[in-house]
Structure formats: C-alpha cells, structure tokens
C-alpha cells in the first residue's frame, strides 16, 4: 500500500499570503546543512541530551517541591487536628459552665420560692387565738400559748 501523502512530505514548505487580492505562494528558504552526517547526527545527540538534562533537572525540582508541600500539608493537618481538639474542649468546658450558672440560679430560684412560702406562711397566720364555735370566745386553754 502507497501513502499518497508521501510526496507532500517530501516537498519543500511553502507560506500562502494574500496581498492586493492576489494569493502568493512562496517557498519558505532552508538554510543549507553542512558538515557530514555523522556531525549533524551528533549535534543533534548533543542538543537532545542537553535538553534531557534539563527536563531531568526540571522534574527532580518538582518532586522535590513535591515532597515539601507534603510535609507542610500533614504538618498543617496535625495542627488543625490540635486546633480541633482544643476547640472541642473549649465547648465542653463551656458547656459545664453554662450548666453550673443554671444550676446556680435555679437554686436561687428555689430559695426565693422557699421564702416566699415563710414569708406566705408566716403573713397568713392569725392574730388572733381561734375562737370556738360553740360560744364565739377564744379557748380557755389556747390563751396562754397566744
């Protein structure tokens, strides 16, 4: 099977321009090789171990930078995880605080209710030693205690 692209391959470049509203075609000038195929080859190993070397440079920095970003993730990671903890411990204790302060005034509130019982009680009580029914005057034997 024959590619029939090939030919195009093999043709020199050409640049198309358009210039007054005529298309131009001109070919594109290819400096000349020199020296022998063994030189070229050479300095061609040359220029793409060059190049080699940088890209090999250039990713060892990455990885390297890599590395570095990762410790300071985890290290950023186990200090968010204190930070965590200590929060959590923080709400706790208020939560303990906040439980102690209604502890407090409800206990205030139970005093104030148990006080106002004494004060009810004690406003309620008569004055005057109780009478009987049966002829309207105060029992005899009540008197001494009133």
Not at 111 to 128: T, W
Request: aromatic letters at 14%.
């Amino acid at each position: 099977m024959v590619n029939y692209y090939l030919n195009y391959v093999v043709y020199p470049l050409k640049t198309l321009s358009f210039k007054d509203g005529v298309l131009l075609v001109d070919e594109v000038k290819v400096p000349k090789t020199r020296g022998t195929m063994e030189e070229r080859l050479q300095t061609l190993e040359d220029t793409t171990f060059r190049y080699a070397n940088v890209v090999e440079r250039g990713l060892d920095a990455h990885h390297f930078m890599n590395l570095k970003l990762e410790k300071k993730v985890e290290s950023y990671e186990s200090k968010m995880k204190d930070l965590e903890e200590k929060y959590a411990h923080t709400l706790s204790q208020l939560d303990t605080f906040q439980a102690l302060m209604w502890d407090v005034e409800n206990q205030n509130y139970e005093y104030e209710d148990c006080f106002k019982k004494i004060v009810e009680a004690a406003s309620s009580k008569f004055n005057d030693p109780p009478l009987s029914l049966y002829n309207g005057r105060p029992y005899p034997w009540k008197l001494k205690e009133w």
